[in-house]
């Protein structure tokens, strides 16, 4: 079982990024998956989550607005879309793929730099 993270990086604020968790080793599609992010003395926080088929996304109050998670089931791959990237967004992003019958699923994270 894998999720690799990838595209994080250092951006200036109100910049862009797009964060990608490939995964493989499990039926993808009847996971939910989740997108959290863990700042420097801070706890882990959900950011941003999408049911299983993508029907039903949820967002933290703190990005509603400025990030959009998406998935492709064909590619075995969730994305974040992050807009409008402000300093307090810096943190290493990990995904993680859960289900009610688990077991559940972490990738090993992704950091994200936002700083001019």
């Known amino acids: 079982v894998q999720l690799v993270e990838s595209g994080g990086g250092l951006v200036q604020p109100g910049g862009s990024l797009r964060l990608s968790c490939a995964a493989s080793?499990?039926?993808?599609?009847?996971?939910?998956m989740r997108w959290y992010r863990q700042a420097p003395g801070k706890e882990r926080e959900l950011v941003a989550a999408?049911?299983?088929?993508?029907?039903?996304?949820y967002y933290a109050g703190s990005v509603k607005g400025r990030f959009t998670i998406s998935r492709d089931n064909a590619k075995n791959t969730v994305y974040l879309q992050m807009n409008s990237l402000k300093p307090e967004d810096t943190a290493v992003y990990y995904c993680?793929?859960?289900?009610?019958?688990?077991?559940?699923?972490w990738g090993q994270g992704t950091q994200v730099t936002v700083s001019s």
């Open positions: 999408i049911s299983s088929a993508g029907a039903s996304t």
């Open positions: 080793g499990f039926t993808f599609s009847r996971y939910a």
């Open positions: 993680k793929a859960e289900r009610v019958s688990g077991p559940d699923y």
